[in-house]
């Protein structure tokens, strides 16, 4: 009399990045985002949720350590979810009837990479979580506005390939949505590099990192205003094209700019080091030499790089980062993980 189902979810990389909000409760955000979902086995969550009669509460187990069940943002995802079974309910769908809506759920989410580091470990977990919720509970519906208040980042995995996240104006967040742009078999030669330079939990949050910010950085309101939807405009034009030097160079002027509204936001934010600067000027020495955008780079709320560049490339990329990291550059470890977005 235990019922469950295991899904995989994964991790998306912004290219033009989500950070603050216009409501904390439902994660509304003040600017439209676009983002990659890696299709690769490395960088993923997995979840397995049960279900049974016999199960007394909703109970959650990250990374194999139970965890509060009670937060608000899980609580929401349950809550929405059940919502969407009562629907089907009312609607006499006679599945619907298979799990009775009193029945708990016990949940076991697991992520291969590190939490928390700045690699995006909410987003492909709470896309996972509401994902095998509606497979479990066989419900359908716009799931991205669900996984979008587990964490908002979180509504851009529920798709595959080049993904937007509408901003939406309404209050109840109902047109916030996550939409696919391109699917994954768009750009075959695009290739994500995954530069591991530290696996520590970041200093400040994103959740309050971009509340902060909110409140007190006016780069960030500009940024929201009147750099964000033009660029959202270029970077889906440049995508549908290919066109990888617009895409790459509007990438890493993303990832500057994100960086600046922290810098900009008082007390400042730091979340780039030593070892991210270096890559970042090893990254543009490496396109003057052959005038041209190959390579280019993002940072999300830590210090871990993300290269998107294209298959010929990668070789002579990876020489490159070995030669200026060797293994014990000042005792960090940096490690490389070569992503493609889909598996032949
Ligand atoms: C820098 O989605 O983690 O990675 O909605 O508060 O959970 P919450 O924040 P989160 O923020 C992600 C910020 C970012 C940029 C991005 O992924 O767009």
């Avoid at 983002?35 to 949720?49: A, C, E, F, N, P």
């Avoid at 030669?323 to 490389?336: Q, R, S």
Wanted: proline share 4%; glycine share 6%.
């Amino acid at each position: 009399d235990i019922i469950f189902v295991t899904c995989t979810a994964p991790v998306n990389i912004a290219v033009v990045k989500y950070w603050g909000k216009r409501d904390e409760d439902l994660i509304l955000p003040i600017n439209s985002s676009l983002s990659v979902t890696l299709h690769q086995d490395q960088l993923k969550s997995t979840t397995t949720v049960a279900c049974s009669a016999r199960f007394k509460e909703d109970r959650i187990w990250l990374n194999g350590k139970e965890e509060n069940i009670n937060q608000p943002r899980l609580q929401s995802c349950l809550r929405e979810i059940r919502r969407l079974v009562r629907k089907r309910r009312s609607n006499r769908d006679p599945g619907a009837d298979v799990l009775s809506l009193s029945h708990k759920v016990h949940i076991c989410s697991e992520n291969n990479f590190p939490t928390a580091a700045g690699l995006a470990s909410s987003a492909a977990g709470y896309a996972c979580l509401v994902y095998t919720l509606s497979r479990l509970l066989s419900v359908e519906g716009e799931l991205s506005t669900i996984a979008r208040q587990g964490s908002g980042s979180a509504c851009r995995s529920m798709y595959g390939g080049f993904v937007q996240w509408h901003m939406g104006m309404r209050a109840d967040g109902k047109d916030s949505v996550a939409e696919q742009v391109e699917p994954e078999s768009h750009w075959p030669e695009l290739r994500v590099l995954v530069l591991v330079v530290s696996a520590e939990r970041k200093p400040v949050g994103s959740t309050a990192g971009m509340q902060t910010s909110v409140d007190t950085s006016s780069l960030l309101k500009h940024r929201a205003e009147a750099v964000v939807p033009g660029r959202m405009d270029e970077m889906i034009q440049a995508i549908r094209k290919r066109d990888f030097s617009t895409f790459g160079e509007l990438t890493m002027k993303d990832s500057n700019q994100f960086h600046a509204t922290c810098l900009d936001t008082y007390p400042p934010i730091f979340y780039l080091n030593d070892v991210s600067r270096r890559v970042i000027g090893l990254v543009h020495r490496y396109n003057r030499h052959y005038r041209e955008t190959r390579v280019a780079y993002t940072f999300d709320a830590g210090p871990n790089a993300v290269i998107y560049t294209l298959q010929p490339y990668v070789s002579e990329f990876v020489q490159v980062v070995k030669h200026f990291f060797p293994p014990e550059t000042n005792g960090e470890e940096l490690f490389y993980q070569v992503i493609k977005l889909c598996c032949e």
